[in-house]
């Protein structure tokens, strides 16, 4: 069997949430809009406090996509976490 067309691109995605959601949750969503282009993702990072507004937290996940059009699926994925969670990804103006 052929291999894949595309090497597996990683790309990070910080965002910044209300404290009551979990990490579960952006996992879910981020699984839902990355469909099958998403070929996994890990959590790295969890914090409060410094610059992260009170009541919210900063997570950040390291995604790797199988795909060509890596972009526009993690554009997606930020759209949604941004519709559903109203998370802000981290690092650029709201």
Do not use: C
Not at 64 to 85: D, M, N, P, T
Request: charged share 25%.
């Amino acid at each position: 069997m052929p291999g894949p067309s595309f090497p597996v691109a990683l790309r990070d995605i910080p965002v910044v949430v209300a404290g009551g959601v979990t990490a579960e949750r952006t996992v879910q969503e981020v699984r839902a809009a990355g469909g099958e282009l998403l070929r996994g993702m890990r959590l790295f990072d969890a914090s409060r406090g410094g610059n992260i507004p009170a009541r919210q937290k900063s997570l950040a996940d390291a995604l790797g996509y199988q795909a060509g059009e890596v972009s526009a699926a993690h554009k997606r994925i930020e759209s949604r976490l941004w519709h559903v969670l109203k998370a802000r990804v981290r690092g650029r103006d709201a």
